[in-house]
C-alpha cells in the first residue's frame, strides 16, 4: 500500500510539473540511444499556447531512419522519411500527451534534435525548434527541439571475437526460464567456439537451439556449443541459437541487466551483460 502511495505522489508531482507553463517544453524518451539501436522514440507535449493542441508535426534527423508511427486512438498518423505527422485528435490545455515513432538510429556519436511543432486549436503553433550551441544548457532556450543523445554501439572484444547486440527479454514473477541473445563476429582466420555460458543470476546456463520438426518446434542443448568459422557472424537469436537460463533466482526486469560469462574454445572467457528489452524484444534496444 505504501509503494501505491508513494508512486501516486510521485506521479501527480510529474503532472503538476508538465501543467506548469515555467516548466512545459516537449521532450523524447528515451534520452540516449547507441548507433544501430532501434528504439522507440516518444514524444511528450503538453501546453499549446492557451488551447488544446490539434496536431503535432516532429522533423525526423537524418541520423534517424523512422519505420512507423504508432497508432494513437483518436489521431491519424502520416510518416514520411523525415518527418511523422499527427492529426484529428485534440490533447486539452491542461493534459499532457505521448506521440510514438519507431526507428533505427543511424547517426554516428553526438546528439541527434527532433524539432517539433504543436499546432493549436485556436490557429496559433509553438515551434518546439531551438538547438543550443556547443556549451550551451537546452533549459535557456525558449523553445528547445526535444534531443537525444547518441553513444557508440555497445561492443565487447575477446581474442579474434566481437561481441555486439547482447539482450534479453523481461520474465514474468515466477518464470523458471529466461533466454539471452547476441551477434558474434570472428574477424580472424580461424574458428572458434562458444563452449559454455554462467550467470549468478541462475542455477544453470546452457547453450540452446531451437528447430522446427515438421510442425513442432523443438528445443535442445548444443553440447558442442557454437561454431564461430573465420570472418562470419554468428547470431544468437530468438527462434534459432540462444543462451539458455535455468532456475532464474529472480525474474529478468525491463530496463536492467543480466550479467554473464561466455567462454570460447580459443579466446577464453569474457564477461558481459544482457540489456533486458521488452517481453517480446527480438533486438536490442526494443
Do not use: Y
Request: charged share 15%; glycine share 10%.
Amino acid at each position: 500500500m505504501t509503494t501505491c502511495i508513494v508512486r501516486a505522489a510521485l506521479a501527480a508531482a510529474l503532472l503538476a510539473t508538465l501543467v506548469d507553463p515555467a516548466f512545459a517544453h516537449a521532450t523524447v524518451w528515451p534520452e540516449t540511444a547507441a548507433t544501430g539501436e532501434m528504439v522507440d522514440a516518444t514524444f511528450t507535449i503538453t501546453h499549446c499556447d492557451g488551447a488544446p493542441t490539434t496536431e503535432v508535426q516532429v522533423k525526423l534527423p537524418e541520423g534517424f531512419t523512422a519505420v512507423d508511427a504508432t497508432a494513437k486512438p483518436g489521431w491519424k498518423s502520416e510518416l514520411a522519411r523525415h518527418e511523422v505527422r499527427w492529426t484529428g485528435g485534440s490533447v486539452p490545455e491542461d493534459e499532457f500527451a505521448e506521440f510514438t515513432v519507431r526507428g533505427t538510429v543511424a547517426g554516428a556519436e553526438g546528439r541527434l534534435a527532433f524539432p517539433l511543432t504543436q499546432v493549436c486549436a485556436n490557429g496559433r503553433s509553438v515551434a518546439w525548434t531551438e538547438i543550443a550551441a556547443e556549451g550551451q544548457q537546452a533549459h535557456d532556450l525558449e523553445h528547445p527541439a526535444p534531443v537525444m543523445q547518441i553513444r557508440a554501439a555497445a561492443t565487447v572484444t575477446v581474442g579474434t571475437l566481437s561481441l555486439s547486440g547482447a539482450f534479453t527479454r523481461a520474465t514474468l514473477p515466477n518464470a523458471p526460464v529466461g533466454g539471452g541473445f547476441l551477434t558474434i563476429t570472428n574477424t580472424g582466420g580461424e574458428a572458434d567456439r562458444l563452449v559454455g555460458a554462467a550467470s549468478p543470476v541462475a542455477q544453470k546456463v546452457q547453450l540452446h537451439e531451437m528447430t522446427m520438426a515438421g510442425d513442432v518446434m523443438k528445443m535442445g542443448e548444443l553440447e558442442n556449443g557454437v561454431e564461430i568459422p573465420p570472418g562470419q557472424t554468428v547470431a544468437l537469436a530468438p527462434g534459432g541459437l540462444h543462451i539458455m537460463f535455468m532456475g532464474l533466482k529472480a525474474p529478468f526486469v525491463e530496463g536492467g541487466t543480466v550479467p554473464v560469462t561466455l567462454t570460447f574454445e580459443k579466446a577464453g572467457p569474457v564477461e558481459i551483460e544482457l540489456v533486458v528489452g521488452a517481453v517480446a524484444a527480438d533486438h536490442a534496444g526494443h
